[in-house]
């Protein structure tokens, strides 16, 4: 299923992404820094949402206390638990 994030405090706007079970798939991120973001596209394409939060929750971006990663780690969970609710 295709999930859809707004993100909170950071560059990025918006994260969308394909939740099949726990693997996560065809991350897209709307504004931001557009080849770091391409990057952590490519680089969770296939992850689990566990395996994602794992290496990615709780990064920083400079000042700010969240990061279009953390972000997405959070965007990741709760779509699964919306989907398993």
Do not use: H, P
């Not at 798939?25 to 680089?43: D, P, Q």
């Not at 700010?64 to 919306?82: F, G, H, M, N, P």
């Amino acid at each position: 299923m295709r999930y859809t994030y707004t993100t909170k405090g950071t560059c990025s706007r918006q994260i969308s992404f394909d939740l099949e079970g726990n693997v996560i798939k065809n991350v897209e991120f709307i504004g931001g820094c557009n080849g770091n973001l391409k990057a952590i596209s490519s680089l969770v394409e296939g992850l689990t949402v566990e395996e994602i939060e794992e290496k990615v929750r709780g990064i920083k971006c400079g000042y700010k206390d969240t990061s279009c990663s953390d972000q997405l780690a959070i965007a990741v969970r709760k779509a699964y638990e919306k989907e398993n609710a």
